[in-house]
């Protein structure tokens, strides 16, 4: 005997009652195609905005400790008198901005991707399915070796572009600065791995060592 005569019957697709939700129009509805409900975004967006102007001061911080470092490496080099102090100083400066960098840049990451994959989830509900990267794919991208060069910037293109009415064929023009952020992100990434060879050179300390042999 069903326990729940007033319910719809199996579907084709062996759906139960579990299986479905109450719509907006009263009926029955897949749980796969009920509507997702839009989430706000300006909150963490702001977050975002935040964290990557802090990072941009820090890899500055970062920069001009290591050129300091760099500096009294060629002092040393060149016979010129420099304490042990200051190389340690310098030496502390470079290692203590560049951890905190990484954790800055770690957590970075996490709030941003969080955003992108709310943000497109939003986006292709109010387009009604019509975009061409789903959440998922959206974050999963940076994490794809020589892709993570050209799909990020895509999904963020068509993120813009779809919360400024691209969605549904209409033609809208990339904004420029999607294009500038890009290719500073590509710029940030050579400058790090310039900063991280250049962290690995012989350390003032191994001069002023040497020449007291």
Request: charged share 20%; proline share 5%; hydrophobic share 45%.
């Amino acid at each position: 005997m069903n326990p729940f005569p007033s319910d719809q019957p199996l579907g084709s697709s062996g759906e139960d009652r579990r299986d479905r939700v109450v719509g907006p129009s009263g009926a029955y509805e897949s749980r796969s195609e009920a509507p997702h409900r839009i989430r706000p975004t300006r909150r963490i967006a702001d977050a975002v905005v935040a964290l990557l102007a802090t990072q941009v001061f820090l890899l500055g911080a970062e920069a001009l400790a290591l050129l300091n470092r760099i500096r009294l490496a060629e002092r040393a080099r060149e016979g010129h008198f420099v304490t042990l102090a200051e190389v340690e100083q310098a030496n502390n400066l470079v290692v203590a901005s560049a951890v905190v960098w990484f954790v800055l840049f770690a957590v970075t990451g996490i709030v941003w991707c969080v955003w992108q994959h709310r943000a497109q989830r939003n986006a292709i509900e109010l387009a009604d399915g019509k975009l061409e990267f789903t959440p998922g794919w959206a974050v999963g991208w940076w994490f794809v070796p020589f892709a993570n060069l050209v799909k990020p910037f895509q999904t963020v293109r068509e993120l813009w572009k779809a919360s400024h009415g691209g969605d549904n064929g209409r033609v809208v023009a990339t904004w420029s600065v999607i294009g500038w952020w890009w290719g500073l992100w590509l710029g940030a990434s050579v400058l790090g791995r310039f900063i991280a060879r250049a962290g690995s050179l012989k350390s003032p300390s191994d001069h002023i060592r040497h020449d007291t042999w």
